[in-house]
């Protein structure tokens, strides 16, 4: 370990950062409300590129991402989602459930953005390290590198919906990509036309926030 | 939507903040080297309460915290390490992934708190919205939950090292958890002994990171 003096100090990171830091965790949104305006050139790419910091177990960096842009491939997933939609909505009744998925329809249709976010389950990147009893955590680690994208994303104002209602295998399918791969994450990214501090489904009244307190206990 | 105007002005994330960010990402390692001081009083339960700040399938807040306190609790799930430990070394050959063990272990001994991570399965919050076809989303959850608890840490100057060689159900078992919850991780937390701004695996020779640009396609 004798490199430990390569690295250079660590920054400071001051209450001020902190403070904005947690502004930043509190405006992060699950974007429903996209602008139909493109993102600038390369704006993706950059923020893409970012993924590369975040954990992943043995470092086995196994986030692979598909920019949907071809409008047949959009349609499928938006069929997709409609059928699975419609299923799910024989789960529940009322007004609020049709509303949510509204929501989420109309940010499909609107996003100028599509990315289709998988896991390889079969990479060697890592060599395997720290996954034998755990293999879900590979797809956890790309879960990581979405956050991160989300964060960074919304630092920069632009609006990531993270779209769950939706066949994972119809999609690995619909966008013909290597069998070893899953399906994590379908976003749709954009700029916001709104701009909110607290969740949609808080603010519709399906689901309040918790105090965290409640789900910590002690052994 | 007329309760729009009841939220503030989202705050001015500028250059400045951005550029910050990304070195709280660069900086944000998985923490093998602790120094044994305990965390301030408060400081872990401050940090945890961040955590309703995560986004999480239909707002279902899944995230289950068990601070492991007991010695006897401890010595169970090192002992739980070891034996997965020693059956992950027997793929691997060389000094490299011995190296990566001790580490951990070390890590594990010196941490002040340990803190498990599960995921609740069967929880009613968010009426099951948006999981139904991705169940895999609840965990997923959890873990947007450990990294922003991960970055949140950081930038207060603590570490977090991820434990995932460990059998999950021993876990539970150990923690004497309701049969709802699985274990999503494991961590050790506490001030670090050393400040890295490449990952260790890096450092080690282990893997390198890889550019993003090589993972992303277009269809």
Same mark, same amino acid.
Not at 49 to 53: A, F, G, M, P
């Given at each position: 370990m004798t490199d430990d003096e390569l690295s250079p100090a660590p920054p400071d990171f001051d209450r001020a950062f902190e403070d904005k830091l947690l502004e930043l965790f509190r405006w992060r949104r699950d974007e429903r409300h996209f602008k139909p305006d493109p993102l600038a050139d390369g704006e993706l790419d950059d923020l893409l590129?970012?993924?590369?910091?975040a954990p992943s177990v043995g470092n086995s960096q196994p986030w692979r991402f598909v920019r949907v842009v071809s409008s047949n491939k959009r349609k499928a997933i938006r069929d997709n989602f409609m059928a699975c939609n419609s299923e799910a909505l024989g789960d529940y009744h009322g007004e609020k459930a049709k509303l949510y998925a509204s929501l989420k329809l109309e940010g499909m249709d609107r996003a100028p953005e599509h990315l289709s976010v998988f896991v390889d389950n079969d990479t060697d990147t890592g060599q395997?390290?720290? &996954? &034998?009893?755990?293999?879900e955590t590979l797809a956890y680690s790309v879960v990581g590198g979405i956050y991160l994208l989300w964060l960074a994303a919304r630092a920069r104002g632009i609006g990531i919906g993270w779209v769950s209602i939706i066949d994972p295998v119809e999609v690995a399918k619909t966008l013909e990509v290597p069998p070893s791969w899953s399906l994590v994450a379908h976003l749709c990214i954009g700029y916001p036309e709104q701009h909110h501090i607290d969740p949609e489904l808080e603010r519709v009244g399906w689901q309040d926030r918790l105090d965290v307190s409640e789900f910590v206990t002690e052994r």
């Open positions: 590129k970012l993924v590369s910091l395997g390290l720290g &996954r &034998r009893t755990m293999p």
